[in-house]
């Protein structure tokens, strides 16, 4: 599924700010390693249903297990790891007896001193591993997964030393020469497959982390309808960052396709924006999904207009940029594929007449694509009206209620067409009037 770096921005999946990051709140990765697989997960979403229900299937049973996952491996056990593979050490012999081991110590205190607290975190990784192989053994895995737990299984059994120091137990003294045995192998004959399992398991780790994920957050997964029209049907949907979220009910098909959502600042229009893309793009990367049930088809493409701004340097006017992104958005789809559009109030950069004419233009336009699916959100009602006649627009709205100048948002999304306007009301709650006069 194409996304730009907009919209991995505008439906929070990257954020420079973790709090405002799904992806940060999705992360149980225990390596650096594991966590730029996650990364490249998150950032390749599918457009093959096989991949995706294969993610899915390898997240279904991995679940049954994250609590048995091996405590041995963490980040800082990797790290060193990595630093002895290329740490200057001074040669060992191929296979050291107890008096080369003794004599190697004497002569050369600091490499034995570095090499026998390398080697610790080396049997922590072996024996990691080997709890890996022995969780899922039997365990009938995708083939994606699977290719990766047969390596493990064929290094472990077939190179002498991956078997003998994952044979090692948490607290057993290693002696002196096994010490040096280990260390010249894996830095030396065994070097590219201590590198190979590093990689493995930065693979496994993210995986790990993606169903420990689903299970901790109680994320569903969903199912897929293939079809040639767009299709999103959700029961029970919300947005992953929100505390306290109130849930939606939400279906969109050719028959409409085209959600005109309407309602007051702090409504909630924003977050339903935002909540169908993150559903919509966990989905095709094989993720569980928050929502207690969701089906849709394959989409070949999410694009968003939400968080839109100027540019200074070039001297882009924030109006300019909307136009640009439009323009783009409508270049895009034009393809005859199935596209998400998400759009978060057109055309704020200009007055009220003009936003409205422009945003009539730009609608009328759009529900001519009946490939695509869209959500847009307005505070120019009256827009609405001019467009009732278009069978393919559905009008929701978010309620306010309004009692002794205090808000109340049910944040349930109801039929129809809000006219509230609070903007004032907000300003002269918050004593902004208040204040204004008395300057």
């Known amino acids: 599924m194409q996304i730009d770096n907009i919209s991995f921005n505008d439906i929070s999946i990257f954020h420079q700010e973790e709090s405002y990051s799904i992806f940060h709140k999705l992360n149980f990765t225990r390596t650096e390693g594991g966590k730029e697989w996650l990364r ?19 997240l279904k049973k991995l679940i049954l297990h994250v609590d048995e996952w091996p405590e041995e491996i963490t980040n800082g056990t990797v790290l060193v790891m990595i630093k002895f593979l290329d740490y200057a050490l001074d040669t060992i012999g191929d296979n050291p007896s107890a008096v080369d081991a003794f004599m190697y110590r004497l002569l050369h205190s600091a490499d034995y001193s570095m090499a026998k607290f390398s080697i610790k975190h080396f049997t922590d990784f072996f024996r990691g591993l080997k709890k890996i192989e022995t969780i899922l053994s039997g365990i009938e895995m995708p083939a994606s997964f ?21 044979d090692i137990g948490k607290d057993e003294v290693i002696p002196q020469h096994k010490t040096l045995y280990f260390a010249t192998n894996v830095r030396g004959r065994y070097k590219f497959e201590v590198q190979e399992l590093i990689d493995i ?9 993606m169903a420990f994920a689903v299970k901790k957050y109680n994320l569903h997964f969903p199912i897929f309808i293939e079809s040639d029209c767009p299709f999103i049907e959700a029961k029970g949907l919300y947005h992953l960052l929100l505390h306290n979220p109130v849930p939606y009910h939400l279906q969109m098909s050719p028959e409409q396709n085209f959600l005109f959502l309407t309602g007051a600042n702090m409504a909630g229009k924003s977050t339903l924006i935002k909540s169908v893309g993150a559903c919509v793009f966990l989905a095709h990367i094989g993720m569980g999904v928050p929502a207690t049930e969701m089906k849709l088809t394959m989409f070949d493409g999410l694009i968003s207009n939400i968080n839109v701004t100027d540019n200074i340097v070039k001297g882009e006017s924030f109006f300019f940029n909307e136009v640009q992104r439009i323009k ?43 490939t695509s699916l869209f959500v847009l959100s307005t505070h120019l009602y009256e827009t609405g009206e001019e467009l009732k006649e278009l069978p393919t627009i559905a009008f929701k709205h978010f309620e306010t209620t309004v009692t002794d100048d205090a808000l109340s948002f049910s944040y349930q999304l109801k039929e129809g067409i809000s006219k509230d306007r609070l903007g004032y009301l907000i300003l002269k709650r918050e004593k902004v009037v208040e204040l204004l006069e008395r300057l």
């Not at 490249?40 to 390898?58: A, C, R, V």
């Not at 299984?153 to 077939?158: D, G, I, K, M, T």
């Not at 398991?201 to 982390?209: I, K, N, P, Q, V």
């Open 40 to 58: 490249h997960f998150f950032s390749s979403p599918f457009n093959d249903l096989k991949k995706i229900t294969g993610t899915q299937n390898i």
């Open 146 to 166: 699977k290719i990766y737990t047969d390596r493990i299984s064929h290094l472990l059994s077939c190179i002498e030393p991956f078997r003998q120091m994952a």
């Open 201 to 209: 398991y930065s693979r496994l780790d993210a995986w790990y982390s």
């Open 328 to 370: 783009n958005t409508v270049q895009k789809i034009n393809d005859g594929k199935k596209w998400l559009v998400l759009i978060d109030e057109l055309f704020k950069g200009t007055n009220v007449e003009d936003a409205m004419r422009c945003s009539l233009a730009v609608i009328k336009g759009l529900v001519k694509v009946k």
